[in-house]
């Protein structure tokens, strides 16, 4: 018997040659765009970056609640005035969930579906290559005397960026904190320095004060902050700390 022979005509070959070329120019400009995104990550100044603002909890997540002032609008407003700020500095911003739209639960969840929003709000930072995560939350404790911001980091790249951000909140009020280690899901194993700032506690009649009718206060805190950790930055090719590289 015979063996076929199968006739392969020219098309089909320079056509599959070119998938397999374009395929690879594809994925060598995929690695210099990522090289070039964790470059800028440490690049000094804060115009040109990408900063992703997550405003905490939102949809059927409220957060802490303080008679009628829930934690998830809060962090909203602050979150859109912050970003407004941002952008007149020539940041681009990018938002994990707009008032109760996008990245939020629909319904009460378990505490694996609440795990999966927050990778999933994490997953959106990384897809949209940010330089920067501040995941914006409000405090609440069941004693109205605890006051003042705390700001959580979980690595070492994020250390500055927390401590820059403490250093800014403490000026708010009498209580002066420092930056915390933590492993919230939000801000662990992040490619970008990522920091989780608790802007005061609701729960506190000082606090909720600046929180909800002096917004402009803790926002520009915060924007001094990042404007701090950005202008220090040094390109680990240019020799840039270990704690940046």
């Not at 089909?12 to 070119?18: E, R, S, Y």
């Not at 959580?152 to 403490?170: C, F, H």
């Not at 506690?201 to 600046?210: A, G, L, P, S, V």
């Amino acid at each position: 018997m015979k063996p076929r022979v199968i006739i392969i005509s020219k098309k089909i070959v320079i056509a599959v040659v070119l998938f397999i070329v374009l395929a690879g120019l594809f994925k060598i400009s995929d690695n210099l765009a990522s090289q070039l995104w964790n470059r800028q990550i440490f690049t000094p100044g804060l115009e040109g970056k990408t900063v992703i603002i997550d405003p905490g909890h939102g949809g059927a997540d409220p957060g802490a609640i303080a008679g009628k002032v829930q934690e998830a609008d809060v962090n909203m407003d602050l979150a859109v005035a912050l970003k407004k700020q941002l952008e007149l500095k020539g940041v681009k911003v990018k938002m994990t969930r707009q008032d109760n739209i996008g990245l939020v639960p629909e319904k009460s969840m378990t505490y694996f579906e609440r795990w999966l929003i927050l990778e999933k709000r994490k997953n959106y930072a990384l897809t949209e290559k940010g330089h920067i995560l501040i995941s914006i939350h409000a405090n609440s404790s069941k004693d109205p005397s605890v006051s003042g911001g705390i700001v959580y980091y979980s690595d070492e790249k994020s250390v500055r960026l927390a401590r820059e951000l403490q250093n800014q909140l403490n000026t708010l009020g009498p209580r002066k904190r420092e930056a915390e280690q933590s492993r919230f899901t939000i801000i662990k194993g992040n490619i970008m320095p990522s920091v989780l700032v608790e802007t005061g506690f609701i729960t506190n009649k000082h606090d909720r004060k600046i929180l909800i009718s002096q917004q402009n206060i803790v926002v520009n805190a915060v924007l001094k902050g990042l404007e701090k950790y950005a202008a220090a930055l040094e390109s680990p090719a240019n020799g840039g700390t270990e704690e940046q590289k």
